[in-house]
Structures are given as C-alpha cells and as structure tokens.
C-alpha cells in the first residue's frame, strides 16, 4: 500500500504483530532483569560503609572514650571505611548491640562471647595475650590489713564482682566458694555472703576494696593494674582460679565477610613493633592471636553448671 509521503506499509497479521510485541517485551525484560542482576550484584560486593565497635567498661569509661578515638581512627585507615566504637553498660548490653546490628563487633570477655555465640550465632575470631598466655585467672582480692586470709575468712563478709556476665569477674571467683564447699552451682551466694554487689568493672571492684567499701573483689587477675601506686601495697589476693580462656574479639553473624577479614588483619598487625602502641587503646593486651570456639568450651560447661545455658 503507497502512503501519501511515497513510503511503503506493510500489512502484518495480529499474530505476527503480537510475536513482535512479545519480542520486544521479552528483550526489556531480560535488560531489566540484567541491570537489576548486576545492581544486586554490585550491592553485595561493595565493601561495607562503617564498622561500629562495642566495648564494656572493664576500666574507667571516660578513658575508654579517649581509647576508642585513637584504635578506630587507626582502623579507619587501614580498612578504608568509617569506624566508630561506643561503651556499653556491660557485657549483656554489648550482646544485644550486636543482636540488633548496632555494633559488628566486640571485645567482651570468655562467658558474654559463650552466650553471644548461643543466642545471636556471634563468632570469636581474636584472643587476647597476656605475659605469652592467651589465657588468665580470676583472683579473690583483700586489703592486707583486713585479717582475712582464706575463702573461709570471708563467710558473712562482702564482696565485689565486677559484671554478672562475666567470667572472671563473676563465674570463676564464685566458683572457687562452690569448689571450697561453702556455696552450691547456682545457689544464692548471700547463702555464704552478707552481701554481694556488681560494681560495673574490675577498675570498679577493686577500687572498692582498695577504698574498704567492701571485704573482698573477685576479678582478673590483672584487676591489681588498676590500682594506684599509692593503693597497690595495701591490697593482696588469697584465692586464684583455674586458667581461662583470654577476653574475645568477636563478630556478629552476618558481618560483611571481606570487611571481618580486613579487620582480623589490622588487629593482628598490632603484634609487630611499629604497631604495638595502638594496644594501649584496646585493654592493652600483649597483643591477639586467631582462636576459634573449641579455645571456650570449658567456659560453656561451667555455663552450663550455673544455669547460663541449658544443658
């Protein structure tokens, strides 16, 4: 058929003119689904905008703030991404940070990493070494003038834990009355106590003793650290538990894997020399090494005893 403008239509069939419809129909939505294909892809392989960093108050929080600002300002620049840390009440705060994806990821110690890892699927990927040791105890701390020499000394006295979430601030100095016979797995310590308190820290507990506020501290062995020059003489420890597993980095679940490694990589490099100063912003451990779950499972039995997880 001759148009008015000389041009030539061809005649096409509905059905002919339907299959060129669906063609081009099928040609966008392949390009679509293409571009949204490499998008999706695109998303999942870019690197993570920010890594957020929880910390419980095992020392002064003040000082922590500072320590926080140096280590990921540190971090920051070695991964390429805006870091940032906060202080949490305590150990069961910085759980739930991770939890709900507030924080991704933790320096905690032995028994808040056990729960973690039970409730949330969080991962223990760095320990902590102190003096070679990637483990510690827990000791009971007095004042040398308090006439309390044996855990026997302390029925009816009281004492100072650090954190009811944690292993050596807690669990273990409790456990060594229950090993002594004096209190059950799980029973009420004011059964042996005249009272027990929680003071937010180690820094915290044994200040408390220092200060006479209370009979007794149980905390890290290293809990003597934060003491004063002046108050160091005045305080001695007259129990000390079996070995733990050492404070834990860990990650929560579904953490960016390439930016976890990354950051697994920056915190080992603090163990050579030109690093090793930034440890003073992270607790001030000797330095980290790699660790995996089986490091904790003795932490998890005694747990378990306690009634933290169920058997």
């Given at each position: 058929?001759?148009?008015?403008?000389?041009?030539?239509k061809t005649h096409q069939s509905p059905v002919?003119?339907?299959?060129?419809?669906?063609?081009?129909?099928?040609?966008?939505?392949?390009?679509?689904?293409?571009?949204?294909?490499?998008?999706?892809?695109?998303?999942?392989?870019?690197?993570?905008?920010?890594?957020?960093?929880?910390?419980?108050?095992?020392?002064?929080?003040?000082?922590?703030?500072?320590?926080?600002?140096?280590?990921?300002?540190?971090?920051?620049?070695?991964?390429?991404?805006?870091?940032?840390?906060f202080v949490t009440i305590d150990h069961a705060?910085?759980?739930?940070?991770?939890?709900?994806?507030?924080?991704?990821?933790?320096?905690?110690?032995?028994?808040?990493?056990?729960?973690?890892?039970?409730?949330?699927?969080?991962?223990?990927?760095?320990?902590?070494?102190?003096?070679?040791?990637?483990?510690?105890?827990?000791?009971?701390?007095?004042?040398?003038?308090?006439?309390?020499?044996?855990?026997?000394?302390?029925?009816?006295?009281?004492?100072?834990?650090?954190?009811?979430?944690?292993?050596?601030?807690?669990?273990?100095?409790?456990?060594?009355?229950?090993?002594a016979g004096f209190l059950q797995r799980g029973?009420?310590?004011?059964?042996?106590?005249?009272?027990?308190?929680?003071?937010?820290?180690?820094?915290?507990?044994?200040?408390?003793?220092?200060?006479?506020?209370?009979?007794?501290?149980?905390?890290?062995?290293?809990?003597?650290?934060?003491?004063?020059?002046?108050?160091?003489?005045?305080?001695?420890?007259?129990?000390?538990?079996?070995?733990?597993?050492?404070?834990?980095?860990?990650?929560?679940?579904?953490?960016?894997?390439?930016?976890?490694?990354?950051?697994?990589?920056?915190?080992?490099?603090?163990?050579?020399?030109?690093?090793?100063?930034?440890?003073?912003?992270?607790?001030?451990?000797?330095?980290?090494?790699?660790?995996?779950?089986?490091?904790?499972?003795?932490?998890?039995?005694?747990?378990?005893?306690?009634?933290?997880?169920?058997?």
């Amino acid at each position: 058929m001759l148009m008015r403008n000389g041009s030539t239509k061809t005649h096409q069939s509905p059905v002919r003119r339907r299959a060129v419809m669906l063609s081009l129909w099928t040609l966008l939505a392949a390009s679509l689904l293409a571009t949204t294909a490499a998008a999706v892809s695109l998303a999942s392989t870019a690197p993570a905008a920010s890594l957020t960093l929880a910390f419980i108050p095992q020392e002064n929080p003040e000082k922590l703030l500072g320590d926080i600002s140096k280590i990921s300002e540190y971090l920051s620049g070695e991964l390429g991404v805006e870091v940032e840390g906060f202080v949490t009440i305590d150990h069961a705060a910085a759980v739930e940070a991770l939890r709900h994806g507030e924080a991704d990821i933790s320096f905690m110690g032995a028994l808040p990493y056990v729960l973690a890892h039970h409730e949330i699927g969080a991962r223990v990927v760095l320990a902590e070494v102190y003096r070679g040791s990637p483990s510690y105890t827990s000791r009971i701390f007095v004042r040398k003038d308090s006439g309390i020499r044996t855990l026997a000394d302390l029925r009816g006295k009281t004492i100072a834990f650090a954190d009811p979430i944690s292993e050596s601030g807690y669990l273990y100095p409790l456990d060594l009355f229950a090993e002594a016979g004096f209190l059950q797995r799980g029973g009420d310590p004011k059964s042996f106590f005249g009272n027990y308190y929680f003071a937010g820290g180690y820094q915290q507990a044994i200040q408390a003793v220092a200060h006479g506020y209370v009979d007794a501290a149980g905390a890290s062995q290293f809990a003597d650290l934060l003491l004063t020059a002046e108050q160091l003489p005045d305080v001695t420890w007259i129990a000390e538990s079996p070995p733990i597993p050492s404070h834990a980095v860990i990650a929560r679940r579904d953490l960016d894997p390439e930016l976890l490694l990354g950051f697994v990589g920056a915190m080992l490099q603090l163990n050579e020399p030109e690093y090793r100063s930034y440890l003073a912003y992270v607790y001030g451990p000797d330095g980290y090494i790699e660790t995996n779950h089986e490091a904790y499972e003795g932490v998890e039995e005694l747990a378990r005893a306690y009634g933290y997880l169920q058997r």
